[in-house]
């Protein structure tokens, strides 16, 4: 019992969510914060750590007793490689996966909450695109700029492969200028990231459930 009791409290502390016991057993993936890669963030600060979701994301897809993937995010952005890393096994994932984003999916916000099959917001969120941005000291090179741009290159690519958006319209919302301070970018509300094709539709958690309900009851008429 007292193992049992440890391990609910170290999934609490690290954001991990039971299966849930509705109508079809579906696990629930919060992403929350800033997303951590390689390096460690403040303390004080909320984060998704990359090495405690991918794991989850392995288990979800072996595990017959799970049926769908949730994905919750009020993200703030973070590692743009972590980001891309947990988006790439979402998108491979042969389950049904649906995003819904509550709050703010900004910067890799953007490429984790396309990364589902469907994917949904409330209106009162909002979703800010903006260029590839490097915190820290970098060589001013022609290679370190090369490389940003193939970094750049590769968000634009999976959001452009994973939404309704065109490559020309993404560019454009990172590119404009006035509307963030001192940067580059669009700030777009629940109903803006729908018309701009970002999100698929506005929704709620019961429209998400929803979907992934029908998703795996069709599934399983295949079988």
Request: glycine share 10%; with cysteine; aromatic share 4%.
């Amino acid at each position: 019992m007292e193992n049992n009791a440890e391990n609910t409290v170290q999934k609490e502390e690290a954001g991990l969510v039971n299966t849930t016991k509705g109508k079809h057993p579906i696990h629930c993936l919060t992403i929350i914060g800033q997303i951590e890669g390689h390096f460690e963030s403040n303390s004080q600060i909320k984060t998704t750590k990359y090495e405690h979701v991918i794991p989850q994301l392995v288990a979800v897809q072996e595990d017959p007793d799970i049926e769908g993937l949730l994905i919750i995010l009020n993200t703030v952005g973070g590692d743009v490689e972590a980001g891309l890393a947990i988006a790439e096994l979402i998108c491979g994932m042969t389950k049904p996966t649906a995003s819904i984003v509550l709050g703010g999916g900004h910067s890799i916000g953007i490429p984790l909450a396309v990364s589902a099959k469907r994917s949904f917001i409330v209106p009162t969120a909002t979703m800010t695109a903006h260029p590839v941005r490097h915190s820290g000291t970098v060589l001013a090179t022609m290679q370190t700029m090369n490389y940003l741009d193939s970094i750049q290159e590769r968000v634009t690519s999976f959001v452009t492969r994973n939404s309704r958006i065109t490559k020309a319209k993404f560019t454009k919302l990172m590119a404009k200028n006035g509307e963030l301070i001192m940067d580059q970018g669009t700030v777009l509300d629940g109903n803006g990231a729908v018309e701009e094709g970002l999100i698929d539709q506005i929704g709620y958690i019961g429209d998400a459930l929803e979907f992934l309900y029908s998703e795996i009851e069709k599934d399983s008429g295949k079988r």
